[in-house]
């Protein structure tokens, strides 16, 4: 090898970048922070429950009194949100428990800014969880959703949680307009501060069973594929965070996440706003599963995978691992 051979192999080593672990620290492009997570949590009536979901190991269904408790010890590890889900004692066809003033999620609202009132309280805007058929909306006859009598009843929801306690609204369902009947019945009902973090780019994916488990919420015929998204299309997720924004979304979300880094760098790159991306059910419940057989170590796919997440450009991330990875960052 002669001098000059030498000296370009000398020049061109990476891997003095990665010998010793204090430089590795020191050069890292991507960080997780306790404020980069948020928890969902699934709410039920009544007092004392708190029932594992057997397909989400280590995800409970838990009454407010229960629900406290843990949003208690999530503040204490630091996390800065919990995003919330109910699932009521009875359901009808409209859904009508999401916007009782006494129901499920109202309750689990108070219940949490009485123990914890420095924790952010994030809910879900839905109807899946709440209709007796599944779905995301009012259906007619022949079973199809129908988009725009949606609306006034997801406005409703909106403001009974808004009037319960929720700081931010989540609207998940993937109505034509949602955003903009939501933002105009907070702000004719005096919440105008309250910001909304539109699931804006939502999937029809496979990967929500175990959710589905969770808020017995799968649907009773057919199927979300008529207003979710395709999982094939990445132009068309821009075109519905745009739509959002121009309504008046304040933060806008991708899910599932680890399928759809490509479309959260995507959104990242296009509109420079704050990036949720949730991970979702499946996602957790097949490492746990993998992990529990002893084929993944799950400390580390844990947090390499939120790092993937975050990486892609989420700027904060929805996910059942929230406590775990929070106690390891501790």
């Known amino acids: 090898m002669d001098l000059e051979t030498s000296n370009d192999a000398l020049r061109d080593r990476p891997r003095r970048l990665r010998a010793h672990p204090m430089v590795r620290r020191l050069v890292r492009e991507t960080t997780l922070a306790r404020d980069d997570l948020i928890l969902p949590l699934f709410t039920v009536p009544g007092s004392g429950v708190k029932d594992e979901v057997s397909s989400m190991p280590g995800v409970f269904r838990e009454s407010a009194d229960e629900l406290a408790e843990s949003c208690r010890a999530a503040a204490d590890l630091g996390l800065p949100a919990v995003i919330l889900f109910g699932i009521p004692a009875t359901k009808d066809a409209e859904g009508s428990a999401a916007w009782a003033a006494g129901g499920v999620v109202q309750r689990a609202l108070a219940s949490i800014a009485a123990a914890v009132p420095e924790l952010l309280r994030i809910v879900d805007l839905c109807f899946c969880e709440y209709t007796d058929h599944g779905h995301c909306g009012v259906v007619d006859e022949q079973g199809e959703v129908l988009n725009d009598p949606t609306l006034a009843n997801l406005a409703r929801q909106a403001v ?171």
């Open 160 to 330: 009974s949680l808004a009037d319960a306690g929720a700081q931010v609204i989540a609207p998940s369902g993937m109505m034509d307009g949602m955003v903009a009947a939501i933002r105009t019945g907070l702000d004719a009902s005096g919440h105008e501060d309250v910001p909304i973090l539109a699931y804006a780019a939502k999937y029809a994916s496979a990967f929500y069973g175990p959710f589905r488990d969770a808020a017995d919420s799968t649907p009773a015929f057919g199927d979300r594929r008529g207003y979710q998204q395709d999982p094939a299309n990445s132009d068309e997720a821009l075109r519905e965070v745009e739509l959002d924004l121009d309504q008046g979304a304040d933060m806008v979300m991708v899910k599932p996440a680890m399928p759809c880094l490509d479309i959260i760098r995507r959104v990242k790159d296009t509109f420079h706003v704050p990036l949720g991306a949730y991970q979702v059910s499946g996602e957790y419940a097949m490492l746990k599963a993998a992990a529990a057989r002893g084929w993944l170590d799950e400390e580390r796919v844990m947090e390499e995978s939120l790092l993937a997440i975050k990486r892609a450009g989420a700027d904060f991330i929805l996910t059942y691992f929230a406590r775990e990875m929070a106690a390891r960052l501790g």
